[in-house]
Structures are given as C-alpha cells and as structure tokens.
C-alpha cells in the first residue's frame, strides 16, 4: 500500500517541474538552496558531473560539483543534508552524500524520484541500536567510498562527560554529536512559525525541555502539508512519528574532517511520520506523541524534559538523560553509590516500578543510567500494544562512598537431615572498614521428601534473576501482564537471595517452577519444548534479605544430605 501510495505521488509530481534520472546528464549546471545564516534560504551552484548507476541496491546517485557562497572553504557540511537541486526550474534531487576527507565540494545527490517513492527500507529497524547501526548503508564511486552526511545532533543542558560516553554509539548510527557547538535550546510550542521552503533547516525534535536533543537537516520538497528532507535515511524506522521544529543557523564551522552547521531550533511545526532509505517525511501542523520525563536528583535538581516514543530511541534517550543528570549534579569519578527508584506508567495495564542501587570505583552513573532503560527496552519491544509509555518518574540518590556487600561464608548448622527434622542456614556478608551482616534462616526439610542432596546457594540479584528467568529466553512471554510480571519481580542489587534447590531434574512451565513430576507428566513436557523448559534442579524454597542502601555481589553454595526415613 505504502509503495502504491509512493508511486501515485510521484507520477503526480512530474507534471510538477521535477527532472526524471533519465534525463541527467553531465555537463548540466543547476543552483542548490540551503541557509548558511539564520532562516535566509540562499542559492549556491551545482555542476553535475554523472550519474552512478546501482551504487546502492535498486538506487542510483548523481554526483555534483558545488560552488557559491562558503562552499569553497568548508567543502560539503553537515546539515546541508537534504538542500535541493534545480536544473532549469526543474527539481533534480537532494544533496545527500559526501566523501570522507574529500579536498573539493563534490555531494552526492539523491534523484527526488527516490525520495518521493517512500520505500521501505531494505531492512526494517532492528531490535537494537546495534543492529540500525550495522546496516549503515555505503555506496561505490571507483576506488573511493561516500556516505550518507552525517546527521548532526544538537544538544541542550547535556553535560560533555555525557555526550562523550554516548559519541560511539551516535557515529555508529550516522549521527554527529555538536558536543557543545550545537545551539540546543528547547523548540518553542507557541506562536506560528515561520513558513518553510525549500531549503530551510528542521531539526527533528528527540528530547525536549531541560534537556533538548535535536537532528538537524534540510527540507527538500514541500507539497501541501506534506514535507520531505533529509536525502537520506534519520534511523530507517520506517513508519514513526517524531516532532520536528524549524531551526536557525547560528554560524558555519570549516572542518579538516567535516564541516558542520550550528543551528537552533526554534517554533514547532509538524512531525515526521515515515523514516525511509531515501528520505524522511512528514506532515505540517501535525503533532506528535511525546513521553514526558522526569528526573529528580537528591531531591534539589530536577529535571523534566519529553522524549520521542519509539521502542529503540526511547530507551536509549533515556539512559543518556539519566547519565547527564546524573553527571550535572554529582561527580562520575572516585568510589559511590547510587540509588535509582521511580516507576514507568503505561497506555495500559500496570506500572513498572524501579527500585535499584549501584556502586562502584568510577563512572557508577552509567550502571545507573540503566536502571530504568533496560526495563523499559524490554516492555517495547515485547510485541504488545499495552507498552506505550505515558509517563516515567525517577528519583535518584547519591552516596559518596562504595557501598558493597560481599558474600563472604555460607554455612548450616547441619550437614546431614532427615525428612521432617529442621536446620539453620547462616550468611555472612562482609563489607568497607570491617562492616559485616549476618543472616539466618530455618528450613524444615518436608516429611516424606526421598533421599539426596539439597542445594543451598546465596546469591546476588544478578546470579538471581539469571537463574529465575532463564527460561524467558526460550519461552518467551504471552500476555503483556506476564511482561509486567516478570519486570516487577526482578530482584534489586540491595538484596540477597537464599534458594534451597533439590539436585533432581525439574521444569520451568511459564516461567514457573515445577520440581519433579511425576515421570508420565515429564515424558509430556520433554515433548513439548516450547511450553517446558528443563532445569537441572528443582526449587523448594527461597528467602529474600533486602539490605537498603547497599550493594550485594557474590554468590556462595553448600549442601545439606537428606538422609532415608
């Protein structure tokens, strides 16, 4: 439907003074528009030198010479991505590609016939940031290779020490943090806003308020309502829905590597609704849904900000919001302890509590930044519709000093027991300066239990949670509230955790434990993998100590004979 509905725009267009590929030829002479200085769309020349045909699959590039203005001195920048090619009052394309390192302003140009197909892209958006970034698309001219012209990102209230944990994995993507050049600042919501033409800098809007996150571009072509930028992909989302604002350019940065446009945004304006191959578009004076945030920090900084809603994006807007937090009010180097509580309200069902503590030598901000992310990466990406996220509050506490607890001993105060008769197991955690904690639980071994072995083990919430859901990894789950289940029961870091196991093979039905079946009924699930899962041992009894305020790392095992009756 997207691919018929593309097609039916662009042959609409054609009588609209657009040039076909098929009529390109080098030797053509046509302007480009882009800003070089606040909103003023100016011209620059083009000289086309020839169209590489396949560079990409099922796409074609037309190279051009640019000229005019600062062209000649800071070469193709970043943000002009998306400015349009005219020949002879006939729309070419966009400016989209670049060669690295390159000594002459030569661009790639996108033909508009590709940009107004709307194509999916070959590879719909992974189930990570990795996976986006891994298909990174590069196309062949000769021996050399051109890429997509970064996107640059501009960032508002974020600390360098966060932008510069984050930078890898944003140039992974095709994008480019300003790391402090960009002009951030929140996009105005009131007013009207200028008019876009062709030519005019956006900046799609990822985070907004206290801090503020923006993609800056070029528009392309605008028919009605509907805008079309970029020249190439943001993310290759696809269908999305993300605000975008119009943006000034504040001053032009002559790079040895790349140069770039600082910009601002400014008035919102619309929201992008599809993230293709070839270009972003989007509809004018529509609005996009946004998830508002926010993030108090010992109670005395607070900040609040609306994120983007998409299952790959939000996450990952999230831990770098945090991390800044974090890192504006609090130092990221020498030992500390951070505690993480809040929760994450949903369009449906439950709410996801979050209730964490870290502690580490260094950086615990960015173990901290997680607290919140990876649950919520989870949840979207589940499958079910209930996770669109409304709301999310975190309060964050900070300690100047490592709090940790370790497992030192783990002992009973028997070795062998018979069914009825009870034992006492004890756990020693040892910490910083001689602090130690001492534990101590009984069990009664059930009567008519058979002989064996029972496994006794004392563990962190990691070794924890890895034992209790591993089984999700291979039984995924079938209801939204299993999800919200399985999120709300994963242990802290401020607890230990006591199993008592028998040493007799089990299975995991649905994430719950069924200790020895009978052998009729484990022949079935043997059978049934997708509903069972075997486990090595079975579950008789667990015991939760939480210790707030500290960390506990470490696991310690021991083992009690159940003697015959």
């Not at 591993?470 to 999800?483: F, H, K, M, N, W």
């Not at 509903?531 to 210790?547: E, H, V, Y």
């Amino acid at each position: 439907m997207i691919r018929i509905v593309g097609l039916f725009l662009a042959a609409s267009l054609f009588g609209q003074n657009i040039l076909p590929l098929r009529e390109v030829r080098a030797g053509m002479r046509g302007v480009g528009r882009t800003v070089f200085a606040g909103d003023r769309v100016e011209e620059f020349q083009v000289d086309i030198l020839g169209v590489l045909e396949n560079a990409g699959p099922k796409q074609s590039i037309i190279l051009g010479r640019l000229s005019g203005g600062p062209l000649a001195g800071s070469g193709v920048m970043q943000g002009m991505s998306g400015s349009p090619v005219y020949v002879d009052g006939k729309l070419l394309g966009a400016v989209a590609l670049a060669f690295a390192f390159s000594k002459e302003p030569i661009a790639g140009i996108r033909p508009i016939e590709e940009m107004l197909r709307s194509d999916p892209p070959r590879r719909a958006s992974g189930r990570s940031l990795d996976e986006l970034a891994k298909n990174r698309p590069e196309y062949a001219a000769g021996g050399a290779r051109m890429l997509e012209i970064a996107t640059p990102l501009s960032f508002g209230g974020f600390t360098r020490g966060a932008i510069e944990q984050f930078t890898p994995q944003l140039r992974a993507l095709g994008l480019e943090p300003m790391q402090g050049a960009g002009g951030g600042g929140r996009a105005n919501r009131g007013g009207s806003p200028a008019p876009l033409q062709p030519g005019s800098m956006i900046s799609v809007q990822l985070v907004n308020g206290d801090l503020s996150v923006g993609a800056d571009g070029t528009v392309t072509h605008i028919d009605g309502n509907r805008v079309f930028a970029f020249g190439h992909r943001f993310l290759s989302m696809g269908p999305t829905e993300m605000p975008f604002a119009r943006a000034e350019v504040l001053a032009l940065l002559p790079n040895l590597s790349t140069s770039f446009k600082i910009s601002a945004a400014r008035e919102w304006v619309g929201a992008i609704t599809a993230d293709y191959s070839a270009a972003i578009a989007g509809r004018i004076g529509q609005r996009a849904a946004m998830v508002p945030v926010s993030i108090n920090v010992k109670g005395r900084d607070l900040y609040k900000m609306d994120i983007v809603e998409d299952r790959l994006l939000t996450p990952f807007l999230l831990q770098m919001a945090t991390y800044s937090a974090i890192d504006g009010t609090e130092r990221t180097t020498g030992s500390s302890t951070v505690d993480v509580k809040g929760r994450i309200r949903f369009a449906a069902g439950a709410p996801v509590s979050i209730d964490n503590t870290y502690a580490a030598e260094t950086n615990v901000a960015l173990l901290a930044s997680l607290a919140a992310s990876i649950p919520l990466s989870y949840a979207m990406q589940s499958g079910f519709g209930e996770f669109k996220p409304k709301g999310i509050d975190l309060d964050i506490d900070v300690q100047d000093d490592r709090r940790l607890l370790r497992v030192e001993q783990l002992w009973t105060s028997r070795t062998r027991v018979r069914p009825g008769e009870s034992f006492d197991v004890h756990l020693l955690l040892g910490g910083p300066g001689g602090v130690e904690m001492r534990r101590k639980v009984e069990y009664r071994v059930p009567v008519g239990a058979s002989a064996g072995n029972l496994q006794i083990t004392a563990a962190d919430a990691m070794t924890t949670n890895i034992a209790e859901y591993a089984s999700i990894l291979t039984q995924p789950p079938d209801t939204a509230g299993r999800v919200v289940e399985i999120l709300n029961g994963l242990r802290g870091n401020s607890a230990a955790t006591l199993r008592i196991n028998r040493v007799e093979p089990g299975f995991v039905v649905h994430g719950r434990h069924l200790p020895d079946p009978p052998p009729s009924l484990a022949l079935l699930l043997r059978n049934d993998p997708g509903a069972a899962t075997p486990a090595a041992t079975s579950k008789l009894a667990q015991f939760d100590f939480p210790i707030d305020g500290w960390v506990v790392s470490g696991a310690r095992t021991t083992y009690v004979q159940v003697l015959d009756e």
